[in-house]
């Protein structure tokens, strides 16, 4: 204890809070196995997930948004090996330069795009559910067109949103290690500033329409069936399970994450700035919670399994073929050793 105090007041006192030492026990020893495990995990299962999705056809809406954010989960994951080698503290200019210019941009651009497309399955949802009654003409081919047009237009504007913080990271004159923001030019620290003030509007833009429509759903899901006037119970326990999955998901993964990085922005960009333990813990709890935003590569598969029926019975059946096919193979080598 004595060792970690003497260590805490010498990085305070110097005021560097994010190098060396000074990135505390936290950053350095707990969160890369944990990343590791996610790293693992999440590849397994959105590979099985992606390919399962990619031999399903895009007949519906949500099928479209599930498929993306498959893609946006597997380019997340393409950027975990960068963060775990810089928690590690291993320096290396060009480990700094892949870092700050090419796969933080990656991990926050994945990150936003998951979280409008969570928006634009909730309003589906609503849509289908609350709006459109059980004689609506809709054509589903024209919604799926809607979806995919939506898509497009999604991961354009989230990469002109993105790309200039690739560009302007080009501040390389001093050949040192340091944080992202010396790296950026006098434009793109004001690019830096717009396109966080963006996606953080982005976010709780999306919180507000996932909770109104889940809501919204909720009840109209249970209404529903009580007016049918039948065994409601498994009914709405399922349509809930399906319903609240991915609330749950959103409100663990990203909430956390954005309460957190009002007062940490608030300190990059402050005139005056924080005091130097301020700007420490603000610091461990904002990497606490974007790892919470990192996991969703874990928990995405979970809402396509419960919401998605095409996934759900695609998996299933390939599963039970998969075991058949295990069964009969281990039938036949017991008959072999018999003979």
């Not at 399955?121 to 609350?130: A, F, G, H, P, W």
């Not at 991961?155 to 290690?177: G, R």
């Not at 919180?207 to 109209?220: G, K, M, P």
Request: include cysteine.
């Amino acid at each position: 204890k004595r060792e970690t105090g003497q260590i805490s007041t010498s990085c305070l006192a110097s005021g560097s809070v994010v190098e060396g030492l000074c990135s505390g026990i936290f950053t350095k020893q707990v969160l890369p196995p944990f990343y590791i495990a996610i790293f693992v995990l999440g590849l397994c299962l959105n590979v099985v997930a992606a390919w399962i999705f990619f031999r399903v056809p895009a007949d519906s809406g949500l099928v479209v948004y599930l498929k993306n954010m498959v893609v946006a989960d597997l380019l997340m994951l393409l950027s975990f090996p960068f963060r775990v080698a810089d928690y590690l503290g291993y320096e290396s200019l060009d480990l700094d330069v892949i870092k700050c210019r090419y796969t933080a941009v990656l991990f926050y651009f994945s990150m936003y795009v998951g979280i409008l497309f969570i928006g634009f399955i909730s309003l589906e949802r609503y849509v289908k559910v609350v709006c459109l009654s059980p004689s609506s003409s809709t054509i589903p081919s024209s919604r799926t067109t809607s979806a995919r047009v939506l898509a497009v237009l999604t991961w354009s504007l989230l990469f002109l949103c993105c790309a200039p913080n690739v560009i302007l990271t080009s501040n390389l004159e001093e050949k040192q290690s340091g944080k992202c923001m010396k790296w950026k030019t006098p434009l793109g620290k004001e690019w830096h500033k717009v396109s966080s003030h963006i996606s953080v509007s982005l976010f709780w833009v999306t919180l507000v329409i996932v909770t109104f429509c889940y809501t919204s759903i909720a009840r109209q899901v249970c209404k529903t069936y009580r007016r049918m006037r039948r065994d409601t119970t498994d009914i709405c326990r399922k349509s809930n399970r399906s319903i609240f999955s991915i609330l749950v998901v959103f409100f663990i993964c990203f909430v956390p994450y954005h309460v957190c990085r009002v007062p940490f922005t608030l300190s990059q960009f402050s005139q005056s700035g924080f005091s130097p333990d301020v700007n420490f813990w603000l610091f461990q709890i904002k990497e606490g919670t974007l790892f919470l935003s990192a996991m969703n590569v874990c928990l995405d598969p979970v809402i396509y399994f419960l919401m998605c029926g095409t996934f759900r019975k695609s998996l299933l059946r390939k599963l039970s073929v998969r075991a058949r096919r295990k069964s009969l193979s281990t039938a036949q080598s017991n008959a072999r050793i018999k003979n």
